[in-house]
């Protein structure tokens, strides 16, 4: 059964960061497509950053490139999400993902397995 497990969020001042972590159970994290999406109160879901494991390849959306960071530790089948810089805009609750055939980070609907998801809160 495949399942993941997501921890870190939390409130934070702007400027602040915060890094989110997410196991992977049952499945190998390094033979999906990996990667963290956001929603937003009354916004869609959106792709912040994606893994395709077929060439390794990494994305960011625009709004946080610079800013975050996406990284995994196979040993531990565990992938990150490094929030530097953290700004009111990017409050949401965040959720990782995995997709056998990696949709692409901008096709969330298409993606198989969610996290619970984690509220980051960026506010003064």
């Known amino acids: 059964q495949v399942q993941l497990v997501e921890s870190g969020g939390g409130s934070v001042q702007p400027g602040g960061s915060l890094r989110l972590s997410c196991t992977g159970l049952?499945?190998?994290?390094?033979?999906?497509?990996i990667g963290w999406f956001r929603q937003a109160p009354g916004k869609e879901r959106e792709g912040v950053s994606c893994?395709?494991?077929?060439?390794?390849?990494?994305t960011y959306a625009d709004s946080v490139k610079g800013r975050f960071t996406l990284s995994k530790d196979n040993a531990k089948n565990t992938l990150y999400l490094q929030m530097d810089s953290l700004k009111p805009e990017d409050t949401a609750v965040y959720y990782c993902?995995?997709?056998?055939?990696?949709?692409?980070?901008?096709?969330?609907?298409?993606?198989?397995?969610w996290g619970q998801g984690a509220q980051v809160t960026v506010s003064s």
């Open positions: 993902a995995a997709d056998p055939s990696y949709s692409g980070c901008d096709q969330w609907a298409l993606w198989d397995y």
């Open positions: 893994i395709n494991s077929s060439d390794g390849r990494i």
């Open positions: 049952g499945f190998t994290l390094d033979y999906y497509g």
